[in-house]
């Protein structure tokens, strides 16, 4: 079992930073591949970037390629998600969420732990 908590959400301006992360509790959280999804008012949730068990391995979606960066302290159970040059089409609750296996699959079937959220918002 693994429980996920998300933080550092808020609102922003466009062109500004954010750093997310998400803390995890379990003594296997270096076994999961880890992921960030994002999911906006009447929107489904959509993959936005992950992150292998070992962090040798990270996928992102074309529309945050280059601008945010996956990352993950196994020491301290923690995955972080830094955003820069935010848009206002970044806006969205952004999820945490964990995947037995080491691969970060894109699709939200793939992922067996969910944390509750964390809302960004970025204002133009």
């Known amino acids: 079992q693994v429980q996920l908590v998300e933080s550092g959400g808020g609102l922003v301006q466009a062109g500004g930073s954010l750093r997310l992360s998400c803390a995890a509790s379990?003594?296997?959280?270096?076994?999961?591949?880890m992921g960030w999804f994002r999911q906006a008012p009447g929107k489904e949730r959509e993959f936005v970037a992950g992150?292998?068990?070992?962090?040798?391995?990270?996928r992102y979606a074309d529309s945050v390629k280059g601008r945010f960066t996956i990352s993950r302290d196994n020491a301290k159970r923690t995955v972080f998600l830094q955003m820069n040059s935010l848009k206002p089409e970044d806006t969205a609750v952004y999820y945490c969420?964990?995947?037995?296996?080491?691969?970060?699959?894109?699709?939200?079937?793939?992922?067996?732990?969910w944390g509750q959220g964390t809302q960004v918002t970025v204002s133009s």
């Open positions: 969420a964990a995947a037995r296996g080491s691969v970060p699959e894109r699709t939200t079937r793939h992922y067996d732990y």
């Open positions: 992150i292998s068990w070992s962090g040798t391995m990270t």
């Open positions: 379990g003594r296997t959280f270096s076994t999961y591949a």
